[in-house]
């Protein structure tokens, strides 16, 4: 996990990065592109295709940053809300391509948007941090019951308990911002 | 009847409901709406598989962009660290911290010392996600087993993510002594250390308690100590430069709610 939680809630960033500080582009890229890169590799399968929705996904984050406003906004969520939009864009553009060239391809590969979705989850689940993203992953990635839990980490089922309440509403608002963003 | 809170809503998700709220929850359209929302999310976590390799996008990427935006193009800052970030979610057996995440965090704020937002600007934030903690519980002490009533629990939040960084728990032993049981992820800094300090709701006071050693660590308190007046747990960086007091740059923070 080394690209950790990553620095998703930082004001200071989010205000420059409005302001047109370029550094704060560079920081945003730093944190968020492996993510966008990797949904779009998920989603679109082809690296070429993923670079340049990464590409432009970046790019528009920069061109639309006066709409994006760092005193409600989560830049983060905003970011990967315009990667969602621009691989959304390439599999219309690919399906229009496929149409035209189906007879002589035939052969699309299968891939759902997810996919993405999957890469998204995974990354939250991971930025939640520990204890919790332990926990979240025992109860969902191997099925463990909360007394499991519990048992395991050595921890009250209260506890255990309410860190799955506390995961469960902040997996939902972030998925929440970057639809709303999209 | 009001609409359901996103706690008590999660917590029918989780199947751990009360029935009134249950009830609730099949009558109003929106509590009902949100309770699915809940649903779908706890069944999507439940087809991951786990493990998802990030992929860095290879550095034209960048370049691309920066000539698009007016950026540095030769900056290397931008490209993410490598090699190519992997977080792995197959769960550990024990919530250990991972090493070269938490280091590159630190790494990142301090290098963002000069500039980032003064420290106690970020104390609203802070609080504002405070969670009440469990409330006399009581438990046997980790180092041997002394009996302990936890009277105040603060659930500690990394100032930058403001994601989850362990516990802080004021627990009382039977002769009385309190001791704060501090539980987060401990990196060890090269040129600095982690301090515990206990700070008063108006940001001015503050009291200094020791280094943290470790992925727990106690402190204890002075007899007749009252917290309620020193409710916020921070951490904070502090640099080897012999200066005794707080260095502006704190990483994590908590509120102890009885």
Same mark, same amino acid.
């Given at each position: ?182 | ?83 190519? /970030? ?8 024990? /919530? ?20 980032? /937002? ?141």
């Amino acid at each position: 996990m080394t690209t950790g939680p990553a620095v998703v809630n930082d004001a200071a960033r989010a205000h420059a990065f409005a302001a047109g500080d370029h550094s704060a582009l560079e920081s945003l890229y730093k944190d968020v592109s492996a993510l966008v890169y990797t949904m779009a590799l998920r989603s679109l399968g082809s690296p070429a295709d993923a670079e340049d929705v990464t590409q432009q996904t970046f790019v528009s984050a920069w061109n639309a940053r006066e709409s994006f406003d760092p005193d409600r906004g989560d830049l983060r969520g905003w970011t990967v809300g315009i990667a969602k939009r621009r691989i959304a864009d390439a599999l219309a553009a690919r399906g229009r391509e496929a149409r035209r060239a189906e007879a002589a391809q035939g052969n699309v590969t299968a891939i759902t948007s997810d996919d993405s979705d999957n890469v998204l989850l995974a990354y939250e689940v991971e930025a939640l941090g520990d204890p919790r993203k332990t926990i979240v992953a025992l109860a969902y990635f191997e099925g463990a019951t909360h007394q499991q839990i519990a048992a395991k980490l050595d921890m009250p089922l209260g506890t255990v308990k309410s860190h799955l309440r506390r995961s469960l509403q902040e997996l939902r608002h972030r998925w929440e911002v970057s639809d709303v963003a999209s | 009847m009001s609409h359901l809170d996103e706690e008590s809503l999660a917590a029918i998700a989780l199947g751990d409901g009360s029935d009134a709220d249950a009830v609730h929850a099949r009558e109003c359209e929106a509590c009902a709406t949100a309770v699915a929302d809940y649903e779908r999310l706890t069944q999507s976590l439940g087809a991951l598989d786990g493990t998802i390799e990030l992929q860095t996008p290879p550095v034209s990427v960048w370049k691309s962009i920066a000539a698009a935006t007016g950026a540095d193009a030769s900056t290397e800052s931008a490209q993410p660290d490598a090699p190519a /970030p992997a977080p792995t979610l197959a769960p550990a057996a024990e /919530p250990e911290p991972a090493p070269g995440g938490v280091t590159d965090e630190l790494a990142q704020r301090r290098a963002r010392r000069s500039t980032g /937002p003064s420290w106690w600007a970020l104390a609203g934030a802070a609080a504002a996600g405070v969670v009440v903690g469990g409330v006399g519980v009581s438990l046997a002490s980790a180092d041997g087993g002394e009996p302990a009533d936890v009277v105040a629990s603060a659930p500690l939040a990394q100032l930058q993510t403001e994601s989850s960084a362990g516990t802080a728990d004021l627990e009382v032993r039977e002769d009385g002594t309190q001791i704060l049981v501090v539980e987060t992820d401990y990196e060890e800094l090269t040129d600095a250390y982690l301090e515990v300090w206990l700070i008063d709701e108006d940001i001015d006071g503050m009291v200094s308690l020791g280094h943290l050693t470790g992925d727990r660590t106690e402190f204890t308190l002075p007899e007749g100590f009252d917290v309620e007046l020193f409710p916020i747990v921070d951490i904070s960086i502090e640099p080897t430069d012999g200066v005794p007091t707080h260095s502006g740059d704190s990483v994590t923070r908590g509120v102890l709610e009885t």
